[in-house]
């Protein structure tokens, strides 16, 4: 996703190994998040049959409350629907990703220095 010209928000439906079956481009550009439906993120594992969701996005420059709440709706919904929100991953600028991890902690990890 570092490749795209502007900021994007992908959803990744996955099996119950994490491996993506299906993902779809949310929405690109600066006001990502209007105008884009929770169902929209959740309707790929719907589809597909998946065990859950994974939101990534690109180049987050801070967290907004658009996108804090529009994760907390996808993660709502998710766990109604049956298709929990397994992880939220911002990609940085510089190659670091942050991860949510299921304990609800944020952790940094610096992709340059894994090889």
Known sequence: MTHLD???VVACAV???LRIVRWSLLAVGRDKFSGVHP???IIGAIRSKAKG???????ASKF?????EFVQAVQ?????????LLDHVIIGR???????SP???HRQIDLASRH
Request: proline share 2%; glycine share 10%.
């Open 53 to 59: 969701v994974i939101l990534v996005e690109n180049r």
């Open 64 to 68: 907004s409350s658009d996108r804090i």
């Open 6 to 8: 502007g900021d994007a």
């Open 76 to 84: 709502d919904a998710g766990r109604l629907l049956g298709y929990p």
């Open 15 to 17: 099996d119950d190994k």
């Open 103 to 105: 304990n609800r902690r």
């Open 94 to 100: 510089d190659g670091a990703f942050w991860s949510r």
């Open 39 to 41: 169902i929209d993120a």
